[in-house]
Each structure stands twice: as structure tokens, then as C-alpha cells.
């Protein structure tokens, strides 16, 4: 059995708790918090919550921890801290700083010797490999990445950082007609505006600057300045009505030509439709722990990204089970 050790449990942290019960090769060790353990109840019995203060004391107990914090401020911090002492996976979702995360990562495992893995999930993750396998199939042409309609946890995470807000929900939706344009082939030139806006509903404190919050959201780098945002302020009980679930989705579609002429045009299109992005999102860190636990029993060391895991590494089923039923 591989004993799973979650750090963080909010949505996320749920979810991995929820998916390691999916995988019969997989079993609970201990939750992590930074709250006061006795505040938390977990859906697992006999599992202990433990005081994110103690990790240092389970060396030895879990062979891989999934950092479950939010992408802004915790897994920048926590996921080098964490890698020094144990086997790693995280969901580190800030494109643009994947680069040092990753350096981060791969010298602090590499001073202990552990095997980490960064930007598992669906996007980084699932579409990253979409995207890798679509160019190397079609050199000649293009890829696009639409989100959404869904909401997004980084994003919504980023928000409720800001002082004054006490929730949020953000939703990422594509411009229709960028679609519509890309499936047809035309290969359009897009620029981040042009395909996807940005809906946010804020739930602010009471006698916080409205429009201090709006501007900090509609100018934060990374994540808002480069989209059309919209930021709506509502109730707390509308929150809840209106914005409990956490769907999400979206497209990965590369077009490209073949032939003499380039008179042959392909559309390759990889879709996800999510009730639940953590769930799902849990549901892929799952696979990705399967892949790190073997590696480290092959002793390998230092930081992996999706594009580095065999496939096979994903299945708990043998080489010669997977020739047989799905090669």
C-alpha cells in the first residue's frame, strides 16, 4: 500500500482524501493542517489530524505527501520545504512560474534525496500532455488552450487573499466566437483578451474599499491584467446559493496541414467537462503519486513534470494488463 500524507484540507485536500478511497493500492496516513487539529474532522476513520508543525516527526510513515495550499503564496514555500523531507506531489498552477518552482523543487528533493512532482492536475497536467502530444503529431500548426465555463481555484484562492474579501468565486469563460474560429481551422491570431474573459463574485467585509478590491483584482499579474474582468459584489448567502459547486472544463485543440501542399487540414481537440475541478484535479494528483512512489523505489531523485511519467507509471495495472486491454 502507498501511504498518502495531505497537507492543507480545504477543497482540495478533501478531494485527495476522497480519490485515495478510489485506488485500492493507496491508503490515508495522516491529514496536516495549520489550523488546530482538533478543529478538523476528516471523512476517513482513524486517521489522525496532525498539526502542520509536526510534519518533520512523519518522516519514515508516508511514502508520498500531496501539498493541497493554494498556488499564489503556499506551494511556493511549502513544496521545496516539504520536498527536503518527503516524497512530493503538488498542483502548482501559475504558468509563468512553473520555471523557478520547479528549480525550487528539484534542488531541495535533491539534497535529501527525494522524488517530487509539480503542476499535477488538468491544466498544468492533463492538457499540458494534450499540448506536447498534438505538436509532436502535427509540427506543422498551432495550439489553443480555452478554459471554462468553470470556476477556478487558483484564481478564486488569489482573490480571497486580498484584504477585504472575505470569499470568492471566479469563473473563466471563452469567447465564443475564438472558439468557433479555432475549430474551424483558420488558425487565428488570439491574444489572451480575445479568448476568454474573467467573472468574479466577491464577497467583501463589512466597510471594506469597494473599489480598492476591484482594482487589485482587475490589475493582479498572472492572473486578471491580461483579461476583460468583471468583479461583482454580493452576500455571503448568495455565494452559497448561487456559487456552491466548483465546476470547470475547457479545450485543448491544436489545427495543423499535411501533405505536399499543406492541402490536408487535422483538428485534434481534447475536451474535459468537471463537476468538480478538485475532485478531478484530486482524482489526477492520485495517478501522479502512483508514478512518484515507483520512481523513488527505483531510486531517482529531484523534480518531474507530467511530461517526464511514462504513462505506464500512472496504471496499477501490469505491463502485459495494459497490452492486453488497452494498447
Known amino acids: 500500500m502507498i501511504k498518502i500524507g495531505i497537507l492543507g484540507y480545504g477543497n482540495l485536500g478533501r478531494g485527495v482524501e476522497c480519490a485515495i478511497a478510489d485506488n485500492s493500492d493507496m491508503e490515508l496516513a495522516a491529514v496536516f493542517t ?44 511549502q513544496t521545496p520545504a516539504c520536498a527536503r523531507l518527503f516524497n512530493v ?30 503542476s499535477a492536475g488538468w491544466d498544468p497536467g492533463m492538457f499540458s500532455i494534450s ?92 492572473y486578471f491584467a491580461d483579461y476583460d474582468t468583471t468583479v461583482h459584489f454580493i452576500s455571503m448567502e448568495e455565494l452559497k446559493r448561487d456559487h456552491a459547486g466548483i465546476p470547470h472544463g475547457g479545450f485543448v485543440i491544436r489545427t495543423g496541414a499535411t501533405g ?17 475541478n478538485p475532485e478531478f484535479t484530486a482524482s489526477a494528483i492520485m495517478a501522479f503519486c502512483r508514478a512518484i512512489d515507483r520512481l523513488s523505489k527505483e531510486g531517482v531523485t529531484g523534480c518531474k513534470t507530467v511530461f517526464d511519467i511514462a504513462p505506464a507509471y500512472l496504471s496499477p495495472l501490469s505491463g502485459d494488463e495494459l497490452r492486453r486491454t488497452m494498447l
Open 131 to 222: 499540448r506536447l502530444y498534438s505538436s509532436c503529431i502535427l509540427p506543422d500548426g498551432k495550439n489553443y488552450t480555452f478554459w471554462g465555463k468553470g470556476v477556478s481555484q487558483g484564481h478564486s484562492d488569489a482573490i480571497r487573499r486580498i484584504k477585504g474579501v472575505k470569499d470568492a468565486r471566479q469563473y473563466t469563460i471563452p469567447v465564443p466566437e475564438a472558439l468557433e474560429k479555432v475549430r474551424s481551422g483558420e488558425q487565428p491570431e488570439l491574444s489572451t483578451r480575445e479568448m476568454h474573459t474573467r467573472e468574479c463574485f466577491v464577497v467583501a467585509e463589512e466597510g471594506a474599499d469597494l473599489a480598492r478590491i476591484e482594482n487589485e483584482i482587475k490589475t493582479m499579474p498572472n
Open 89 to 118: 506531489v503538488d498542483s502548482f498552477d501559475t504558468h509563468k512560474k512553473i520555471p523557478q518552482h520547479f528549480e525550487n523543487v528539484d534542488k531541495a528533493s535533491k539534497e535529501t534525496g527525494h522524488v517530487a512532482l509539480i
Open 34 to 77: 495549520r489550523r488546530p487539529p482538533e478543529t478538523v474532522t476528516i471523512l476517513t476513520a482513524n486517521v489522525p489530524v496532525v498539526s502542520a508543525g509536526d510534519l518533520e516527526k512523519w518522516q519514515g510513515r508516508i511514502d508520498v505527501l500531496v501539498i493541497c495550499g493554494g498556488s499564489a503564496t503556499d506551494m511556493p514555500e
Open 260 to 276: 505536399k501542399d499543406k492541402e490536408n487540414v487535422h483538428v485534434i481537440e481534447y475536451r474535459l467537462q468537471l463537476d468538480s
